[in-house]
């Protein structure tokens, strides 16, 4: 969905609407616009959830989701796969000096030349993804603690939508339908609520 403005001057509103709408014609995506005011009035309905009667659910959901995210188990550490490329950039160095005196290229030499390089970029990749994954678990638990810090810094609702604390919180809505839309927080919490 995307952002629009409807009318002018002071009758100027917003609405959200299918991009896919906007960008290939109505026959491309059958969902209707939704007002901003209603997915804003939505929002402080979810919010005064949370900070109402589900508060202490979520403090619970937010600690189970928090100690259900374990360290990533790899085949491998960090320190071990640069410990390992180290060794095979070694290995790289001594076959390129004996290549020079040698004086010529064998197959021998070409063979254990892509085998070292081969094994370096896999290492490399792995290392990647490693390094990827801790990200991922790092940025999940800081939302996890905004969350938690949120929650735990207020006992009143939202009386107006806040547009800095929806973009802090939420990661996205999917909207179901006129009525009806899912806010999924970026600590992972998942709340239906009626437009």
Request: no cysteine; net charge negative.
């Given at each position: 969905m995307q952002r629009d403005a409807w009318g002018q001057g002071k009758g100027k509103s917003y609405i959200w609407k299918c991009t896919n709408k906007s960008m290939n014609g109505l026959d491309a995506c059958s969902a209707k616009d939704i007002k901003e005011k209603d997915l804003e009035k939505a929002f402080v309905r979810v919010m005064g959830r949370v900070v109402g009667g589900e508060k202490e659910f979520l403090q619970q959901l937010l600690e189970n989701i928090s100690a259900g995210i374990e360290?990533?188990?790899?085949?491998?550490?960090?320190?071990?796969?640069?410990?390992r490329l180290e060794e095979l950039g070694q290995e790289m160095m001594g076959l390129v000096r004996l290549n020079a005196r040698a004086g010529t290229g064998t197959s021998a030499y070409e063979d254990e030349y892509i085998r070292v390089s081969e094994e370096m970029e896999q290492i490399q990749e792995r290392k990647t993804a490693i390094e990827e994954a801790e990200l991922s678990e790092l940025l999940r638990q800081k939302r996890i603690e905004e969350m938690?810090?949120?929650?735990?810094?207020?006992?009143?609702?939202?009386?107006?939508?806040?547009?800095?604390?929806?973009?802090?919180?939420?990661?996205?809505?999917i909207i179901h339908s006129l009525v009806e839309a899912t806010f999924i927080f970026r600590s992972g919490i998942e709340l239906r609520e009626i437009l």
């Open positions: 360290r990533v188990q790899h085949e491998f550490t960090i320190e071990e796969l640069n410990s938690k810090q949120y929650l735990d810094s207020t006992d009143t609702p939202l009386a107006t939508f806040d547009a800095a604390l929806f973009r802090r919180l939420v990661e996205k809505v």
